[in-house]
């Protein structure tokens, strides 16, 4: 099963943090973890790797987020963003943040389901 492809699969996990350079220095040492870093829109970009392959990501908070804790978020695959935006209103959740572009890895948005747990919903692109 490629995650990337599947909709309904876990596909990344990532960590916006406060501190992401103490982060990972912690996962590093727990986990193995090897990191390589790019510069995104908003700073740093950390992936995380297991070997050669990319496994999740970690980022600073976002400008406006110092009141928010660390967390970690999921995301999951879905064929079609906004079918599945729509869908999750009509089943009684709600639209954290509306779809928007990533650059060069596809389109999400942020849902949050009845119960209150939120999650990332994302199509990737062609690649």
């Not at 992936?47 to 999740?56: A, L, Y």
């Not at 976002?62 to 695959?77: C, N, Q």
């Not at 079609?80 to 209103?89: F, N, P």
């Not at 954290?96 to 948005?109: H, K, N, T, Y």
């Amino acid at each position: 099963m490629d995650t990337y492809k599947t909709h309904g699969a876990f596909s990344w996990s990532e960590l916006m943090t406060s501190d992401p350079e103490g982060a990972l220095s912690f996962y590093r040492q727990l986990f193995g973890w090897t990191v390589e870093t790019s510069q995104m829109g908003m700073g740093p970009y950390h992936v995380v790797k297991i070997g050669d392959t990319s496994v999740g990501g970690v980022m600073g908070k976002p400008p406006g987020g110092e009141g928010m804790p660390s967390m970690w978020g999921v995301y999951v695959t879905v064929d079609d963003v906004e079918k599945t935006v729509a869908q999750c209103t009509a089943l009684g959740g709600k639209v954290i943040m509306a779809p928007m572009d990533v650059p060069q890895v596809g389109r999400m948005a942020v849902i949050q389901d009845p119960q209150g747990a939120t999650l990332n919903v994302i199509t990737y692109v062609a690649g």
